[in-house]
């Protein structure tokens, strides 16, 4: 049965011919091939991206965002620059109230060009932390990228209003 997309009922395409499940079982065959220094470069994308999207379905689609870490750490393994890899760890993290631990992951990837996203990841762990100035900076900078963010702009003015 298809949806309206054309894609199967009960698997999710991302659009390039091939279903988040064969992504997550060629991960998998991935994580059995040690990475060589000498790989090629294609090769190791591809590998790094299988992964990151095995990680990708184990947090979203199957809610197991213990299970995710560990594809997380062999896309990053690979590649320790991977920035969504990075933010995908993080927010993993998150779910499991590892705010501290998600923290340099979020450092990491803004510094490498993270969009709003990871502030706004950033600042709910500083939040939660009770890093109140922190979480303050990081709302801004998702205000200033993003003005629209009601959320954000929400969580703010409480901040704000703190004593």
């Given at each position: 049965?298809?949806n ?40 190791l ?15 979203y689609?199957?809610?197991d ?54 502030h ?44």
């Amino acid at each position: 049965m298809r949806n309206r997309r054309g894609a199967s009922k009960g698997r999710c395409d991302i659009g390039i011919g091939i279903s988040l499940a064969a992504l997550a079982a060629i991960a998998a065959l991935a994580a059995l091939v040690p990475a060589r220094a000498d790989e090629e470069p294609s090769n190791l994308r591809r590998l790094v991206l299988a992964a990151h999207w095995q990680g990708e379905e184990l947090q979203y689609s199957r809610d197991d965002p213990a299970a995710a870490i560990v594809a997380y750490n062999r896309a990053l393994e690979l590649d320790p620059d991977h920035m969504i890899s990075l933010l995908g760890r993080a927010e993993a993290l998150r779910k499991l109230q590892r705010h501290e631990a998600a923290l340099p992951d979020l450092d990491r990837a803004l510094a490498l060009g993270a969009d709003w996203t990871g502030h706004l990841m950033r600042a709910r762990s500083r939040e939660v932390m009770g890093d109140i100035v922190g979480a303050i900076a990081d709302y801004r900078s998702v205000l200033a990228e993003y003005p629209g963010h009601g959320a954000a702009r929400q969580r703010l003015a409480a901040l704000d209003a703190l004593p």
